[in-house]
């Protein structure tokens, strides 16, 4: 009698341990599901600049791109809203940078101008974004400079897309 006592009590046990478990499992999505729903931010970094179709394919070799063989090397090219800066930073996979040279603060005309270090600058209002990602330097912005991708097809040959 007390051996099946004991085996009642074990089997019993073990249910409300499946029980916990499903609860605790269930708790921890939950959990998951609303970290995520909360983390998730909005990106609005290029409201103002219009949607254009991008796909320029730069020929290393020619004499207007020579500067891209080399790090920190870059060049003006035509495309995107207000043309395109390219950079080889050096690093990363692939080592170049692509940024439309349109102000992604106001409705300037101009195009942004690179100083060789490490920021575009806007002539309309003096504001300054970083090469690196993008990001706004100057207080009160809150729009990145518009990023291309940019794909290495072969040792000399880059593609510019913004798809």
């Not at 730069?58 to 063989?69: G, H, M, V, W």
């Not at 912005?141 to 518009?146: D, E, K, M, V």
């Amino acid at each position: 009698m007390r051996f099946n006592t004991n085996v009642q009590n074990i089997y019993k046990l073990q249910s409300f341990n499946n029980k916990l478990d499903i609860i605790t499992m269930r708790n921890l999505f939950l959990l998951l599901v609303l970290t995520l729903f909360f983390s998730c931010e909005k990106n609005d970094t290029n409201d103002v600049l219009p949607d254009v179709y991008v796909d320029e394919t730069i020929n290393l070799n020619l004499p207007q791109y020579i500067d891209l063989k080399t790090p920190s090397g870059w060049v003006y090219t035509n495309g995107g809203v207000n043309g395109i800066i390219i950079q080889n930073a050096g690093i990363g996979n692939p080592p170049y940078k692509a940024f439309d040279r349109a102000c992604p603060n106001n409705d300037c005309a101009k195009s942004m101008n690179f100083d060789g270090g490490l920021r575009l600058k806007c002539s309309c209002d003096n504001s300054e974004y970083s090469i690196i990602d993008g990001s706004p330097q100057t207080a009160g912005n809150n729009h990145f400079a518009r990023e291309y991708r940019v794909i290495v097809l072969n040792n000399s040959t880059l593609n510019i897309t913004n798809y």
